[in-house]
């Protein structure tokens, strides 16, 4: 069973920063691409891809985040980051890490499913 644990979250004032983590642990496994997403606590919001690295290290961003946070991995820990600088409140959110994940089902067949990591917190106040 793989699992992923966030860390990192918490509350920081507007313009400040926080490096979000994600580690991946369980079975031999290999990690394809990573993602963080969000989901703001307001009823009807959706969740929000805010950025994703593949493997090989090519990576995405949500528009309303770009030029502030980064995304980045280090594949021999495989761990997922996230560094969010010049924070604004609306970053205000739930903050999930999921990955697809390659492994051997229990029919002994390789497949490739995603994981979510449980979610951690981050507050921005103004």
């Known amino acids: 069973q793989v699992q992923l644990v966030e860390s990192g979250g918490g509350l920081v004032q507007a313009g400040g920063s926080l490096r979000l983590s994600c580690a991946a642990s369980g079975r031999a496994f290999a990690i394809n691409a990573m993602y963080w997403f969000r989901q703001d606590q307001a009823p009807g919001k959706q969740r929000e891809l805010v950025?994703?690295?593949?493997?090989?290290?090519?990576?995405n961003y949500a528009a309303s985040v770009k030029g502030r946070f980064t995304i980045s991995r280090d594949n021999a820990k495989n761990t997922v980051y996230l560094q969010m600088n010049s924070l604004k409140p609306e970053d205000t959110a739930d903050y999930y890490c999921a990955a697809d994940i390659a492994d051997i089902g229990p029919d002994g067949r390789s497949r490739v499913t995603a994981h979510w990591g449980q979610g951690t917190q981050v507050t921005v106040s103004s």
């Open positions: 950025a994703s690295i593949t493997s090989g290290g090519s990576t």
